[in-house]
Nanobody, 116 residues
Framework: QVQLVESGGGLVQPGGSLRLSCAAS????????MGWYRQVPGKQRELVAA???????NYADSVKGRFTISRDNAKNTLYLQMNSLKPEDTAVYYC??????????WGQGTQVTVSS
């Protein structure tokens, strides 16, 4: 059973930074695409950032220039560095991984709250 476990969420003031981590129970090499999504109550889950195994990344317009997605294959871990956080970034953040066989895996989510 493949597991993705997020960590690093918490409460931060506007303008602050957090780094989310997503540890995978299998080699990152099996994931051709990994990403971070977020969801607030009453809204659909939205893509925040994605990263292919080839190193290509894309970001939601709302986070461009502030968030950076990266992966450490040696540690089987995906990261999301979040800077200049805003109250509207408050959400539960989920890690996602997709294999070449179109298997999709989700983490349990980690809460990020941006508030003064």
């Amino acid at each position: 059973q493949v597991q993705l476990v997020e960590s690093g969420g918490g409460l931060v003031q506007p303008g602050g930074s957090l780094r989310l981590s997503c540890a995978a129970s299998m080699s990152n090499f099996r994931f051709i695409l990994m990403g971070w999504y977020r969801q607030v109550p009453g809204k659909q889950r939205e893509l925040v950032a994605a990263l292919t195994s080839g190193g290509s990344s894309n970001y939601a317009d709302s986070v461009k220039g502030r968030f950076t997605i990266s992966r450490d294959n040696a540690k089987n871990t995906l990261y999301l560095q979040m800077n200049s956080l805003k109250p509207e970034d408050t959400a539960v953040y989920y890690c996602n991984g997709r294999t070449a066989l179109l298997e999709y895996y989700w983490g349990q989510g980690t809460q990020v709250t941006v508030s003064s």
